[in-house]
């Protein structure tokens, strides 16, 4: 029944097989072959005849549940097992096999889907073709798909009519926020399963777009799988099964993408990077650090946190809500970093008493802010522009006049930049405009997501379908925010400097304006 070139780890899995297949088929073949005459003769179809079969049929199915439950059984044993050899039969890269191979897959996937249902609750492992009505999907004059249920979007993204990749791309970025990663499995692996009982020719092109839909979800969200053992190891066990039923590139190309998917951490490659400006050794302040390096060092701080960012952190708008800040660390994180950066600044301004120290403090923040904008480090230096315009510092008027012309020119035209004004209008344009690595503004998208989030409910009224007309422009700026996750910038990072960076203290703003108040007395 199996070459013995199947290796040894996988002999559990041949068990799942033997126990249907070797009993219930090959016992059946042996009965019919003792009872069948050495030569042919006509037999009638009597009721004896009929008896006879049934009875047989019984037998089989009787030992078949034996063996079932003996192989159940802990410490079973497998030299007890008789294994029958057969002619080794050559692997086909065909999607349509025989029947005899697609009663055994068949089988094998149903084998699967018992023992993932035995760790989680699912419907029935078979697929029952949902119709189109009011009631499972709505389209607008365009004929998209503006609403639908969970099980209908996933027949038609796996439809051997599917052409639609904007579609399952904006299924697979959203998904996570009306259903489960291991949810998602289950119905995709019912999908695969329920293409077995189709005709020939539906069946081959509905199983391969179920597997391509399968292998697009492991490329293009490979954490879904890291961070989740137990649907890495249902994809492992699908993996298998295809491979014992003779699926040969259905299971290399899952294999291949599970594979990428785990080696897809690299480190970056630094080529012609400008040198660092190294501060001195007994350096203990920012202050003494090269204006222009402590803007690099700062992006590479803020890239790494961003490169670490996932695109579940901004469905729901997680970072807003208590019940699903575990689920957005990075982005908490990102926040966190932008509030106390602010307020060091604004504290480092302010606890400085003497008129031309501040100055040189402040002259230093301006410095800075011309070199992120530079280096297209939007985040950061929305970061400072916020503490310089908090009214701690805003109001030093004696400090700001210090200032020299050109650097007030430049620090003005970057507050241009960054206005908020007709929802962040001329930044929107000027990011778009700039060449990667590029860093964006979280805040501007997250509030594009909360008044998508606010402005329309996630499942329509009265019915089980989806919005999913609200997730296709989630999708979109949640698109826009991570598309530049792959670009790294060609910096060296300096840890002494980084160091300096990350351990910041901050006084609250009541105190700083206290302090400002003391420095720099309101004028009678």
Known sequence: LFCSSVPVHHVPDQFLLIRTFLVVHMRRSVSDLSLRPTTPTPQLQTSDNIMSRESERASASAQAQALTAYLSRPGRDIQ??????????????????????????????SMLFAEIMKESESANVEWVEITESPHTVCRNAKGEITAAT????????????TTDLDL????????????????????LLRRFYGCLASSIDDRSVSRLQTHFVLRRWINQYPTDFDNNPTLYRYTNSLIDRLKQCHFDNLSLQLEASLKKSQSRFHSHVIVNAPPPKFPPLCTASWLDVDDQEIARQLTLMEAEIFSRMERSEFLSCAWSKPSLKAFAPNVLESVHRFNLLSMFLVSEIVKTESLQRRKVVLEKVLNIMTHLLALNNFNTLMSFSAACLLTPVYRLKQTWALMPKKLLAEYQKILKILSSDSNFKILRAEFAQRQSPKLPYLGMHMSDLVFLSDGSPDVMPGTEMINFDKRRKEHAVIQSILKEQKMCYNLHPVPRIQELLRDLSAIDERDAFSRSLRIEPRQQ
């Not at 969970?150 to 009519?161: A, F």
């Not at 904006?170 to 259903?179: A, D, H, I, K």
Request: no cysteine; charged share 15%; net charge neutral.
């Open 168 to 187: 399952i791309d904006t299924f697979l970025g959203t998904f996570r926020s009306f259903v489960s990663v291991t949810q998602l499995f289950l119905l």
């Open 150 to 161: 969970v099980d209908y979007l996933v027949q038609v993204m796996t439809s051997p009519l």
């Open 80 to 109: 007890s097992l008789p294994i029958f050899e057969t002619q080794t039969r050559p692997r086909t890269d065909s999607v349509a096999l025989p029947p005899r191979s697609e009663k055994i897959l068949h089988l094998s996937i």
